[in-house]
């Protein structure tokens, strides 16, 4: 691989999936790390169907506490154990986003099954530019998103070529996602529709046109009987740049 990183799409929907749309997570995966950023269902499958091995993911983070984001954890992290997982998986986010995903696994008694090696959890605050994670091949700073809870913007660069890509998570039209995003190559905006905290496609590509990426994909969109092309078309009135509906299994290389 190099120093190229990839980035693969797990799900791709809103909170209700339709066939072949599941909840959106994604997982990231470089020359010496591999993320996943908020965890929805068969996270295990998932992985594996997108050829990366479970067995080596590093870091969890999640970006808000609400559930289509963070539901899969427990399975997870039961699957880690069973298939010999003995070091601590990385667990980061927001507060809030934290201490929900610890109470997850506490529901199921992790903490008795032999030889369970608990997560470390990290809090970061919800502030510009906070640096999640600092570390051989990626660094991922994260600002607020505007949402219905604390909700966290991912920004990740590889430092081995110096791409960037931004992930919005849920949120309306943010200027402070705009400055996290200036520049970047690519853009994962979500497009759920106009409701209070969420983004409509023309809205998202106003945040991308406004930042300057070079490419947009909309994702987190209502996929259960949603007309995707019409959705598509919204954020290319507003962007003049390429736009793509993210897809399940997608993958974009920077």
Sequence with gaps: MGDQATLTFLGSAAAVPSVGHDNVFLAVEGSQSTLMIDCGGSPTLKL??????PTQLDC????HRHPDHMYGFPILMLNLWLLGYRRALQVVGEAEGVRAAKGLLDIFHAADWPGFVPPHYHQVPVVPEAVLLDLADFLVTASPAEHLV???ALKILNKGTGRVVVYSSDTAPSQSVVRLSRGADVLIHEATGESEGHSSPAEAGTVAQEAGVSKLFLVHYPAFGTDLNVWREGAERTFSGPVELARDYGVIEF
Excluded: N, Y
């Excluded at 594996?48 to 091995?53: F, H, T, V």
């Excluded at 969890?60 to 970006?63: K, M, N, Q, Y």
């Design 150 to 152: 604390p909700c966290l």
């Design 60 to 63: 969890v983070l999640f970006t």
């Design 48 to 53: 594996q169907l997108s050829g990366i091995e």
